[in-house]
């Protein structure tokens, strides 16, 4: 029959021959074909090399795709209600299980389905030599590839999934419970208690708590806590993220790790972090520790100082470190706020009260007796004139009713609670003295 009088129906019945014929060549080089993806695969997605389990796995999920495609292209299988092998299944639940991304498993079988179809359409052009026969051949190809890639990603994928959520659970429920029982100060071996958390314990920790004082519960404040963690964790030098564990929608604990020899941390530098972090947020910090033992401590430390900020509300400072003399003070005074509170009335009296004025001249005040009683050394680290230091620590003492050294270490706690604390120690306007 000449070229030209082939009917669309011949050409479509050559065409599927054809494709069957080149497919039944494939299934008899399933092995040399095997080879051959596992190798594209591991130099283009790097994330799927692994081990030899996971290579293994790798070999068996595309023998199985290999053998299920060219069945249905033998065998003229409808795609409908395909499911995928349950090699291919497993292969994506233990990538999940490895924290490999879906993107690498989705990429994979894209590489698979570009590598094999090349494969039929040079086996087609070497066999057929009507094109019009060669070129439906071709597409009926890139319609079966394409719809066998569709329907199994969508099921693959769907396991990973699955199994991602899964193990996710898991490992979160794994890891509070760890955590638990190291802030309890229970003994956990190391080796499990690192593969848990993902956090070497035998080194040097910072603890932070970070938090939206601002209430704002939004997915966002989790992300921008654990930024700011991260900001400082590479300020102190640290060659590890940090660990990050979430206790409520704006609210996370963390431990900075420090290595054997941690650096001197600049706190300024770590308070205009959090002030570019934005309005809302806040960081405590305890002082670096070693071990397990340390482990414990700094976060201990940390809670101790995010307690005085708390207590503060709204004029707590952006950064509260304990490792700063006066908020390890303010720490132990909160923990009975009636006493302390009677502590700022009985010791400043009405220069105690909660106002702007008086705010200065306890600061001040405070400042001269740290630069113990130096005018100049008052003004230039309050950046005023020496003069004026002098009216203000005599107005406070004015204010107060004593001289300076009477009950001079009641004195100085109250100027702190004062600084610290806030509101919760100031004498309100309608107290009485």
């Known amino acids: 029959m000449a070229p030209h009088a082939v009917t669309p129906e011949r050409i479509q019945e050559l065409a599927t021959a054809r494709v069957v014929e080149v497919a039944c060549e494939l299934q008899t080089r399933l092995d040399e074909m095997t080879g051959g993806l596992q190798t594209l695969l591991s130099e283009q997605i790097t994330e799927l090399r692994g081990d030899t389990s996971l290579r293994e796995m790798l070999a068996a999920s595309t023998v199985s795709n290999l053998e ?71 597409q009926r190809c890139m ?60 080194q040097h ?20 806590c654990e930024a700011l963690l991260g900001a400082v964790a590479t300020l102190a030098g640290a060659q590890r993220a940090p660990l990050f564990v979430a206790q409520d929608r704006f609210i996370g604990w963390g431990w900075i790790p420090l290595g054997s020899r941690p650096a001197a941390l600049d706190l300024t530098r770590v308070e205009e972090l959090v002030r570019q972090a934005g309005p809302g947020l806040r960081l405590s910090l305890g002082r670096p520790a070693a071990g397990g033992p340390g482990f414990r401590l700094t976060h201990t430390e940390a809670l101790r100082a995010q307690s005085v900020a708390m207590i503060a509300a709204d004029r707590a400072l952006p950064l509260t470190s304990f490792s700063d003399c006066g908020a390890r003070t303010a720490a132990m005074l909160a923990a009975d706020l009636d006493a302390t509170r009677r502590l700022v009335t ?88």
């Open 68 to 138: 299920t495609f060219t069945d249905i292209v033998r065998y003229g299988i409808s795609l409908d209600g395909l499911t995928a092998p349950a090699a291919a299944e497993e292969y994506a639940r233990r990538l999940a299980r490895r924290g490999i991304t879906a993107t690498a498993l989705i990429r994979a079988y894209r590489l698979a389905q570009q590598h094999v179809l090349h494969w039929l359409l040079d086996g087609i052009a070497q066999r057929e030599p009507d094109s019009r026969v060669a070129f439906a051949a071709g």
């Open 143 to 202: 319609d079966l590839a394409f719809g066998y890639v569709d329907a199994v990603s969508e099921r693959v994928v769907a396991a990973y999934e699955a199994e991602r959520e899964r193990w996710l659970a898991n490992r979160s429920t794994e890891r509070a419970a760890v955590l638990a029982s190291l802030l309890r100060g229970e003994t956990v071996e190391t080796a499990v208690a690192e593969a848990a958390l993902g956090h070497r314990l035998a």
């Open 205 to 224: 920790h910072l603890g932070a708590v970070v938090w939206a004082a601002d209430g704002d519960g939004t997915e966002n404040s989790l992300h921008r």
């Open 346 to 433: 009985g010791a400043l009296g009405p220069l105690g009260d909660d106002s702007e004025a008086s705010a200065r001249l306890r600061d001040t005040l405070r400042v001269f007796l740290e630069e113990n009683g130096s005018y100049v050394a008052t003004a230039k680290r309050v950046h005023l004139h020496k003069n004026t230091v002098k009216y203000r620590v005599a107005r406070a003492v004015a204010l107060r009713g004593m001289p300076l050294d009477a009950e001079r270490l009641e004195l100085e706690l109250a100027l702190i609670a004062c600084r610290w604390l806030g509101g919760a120690v100031l004498r309100s306007a309608a107290q009485p003295e």
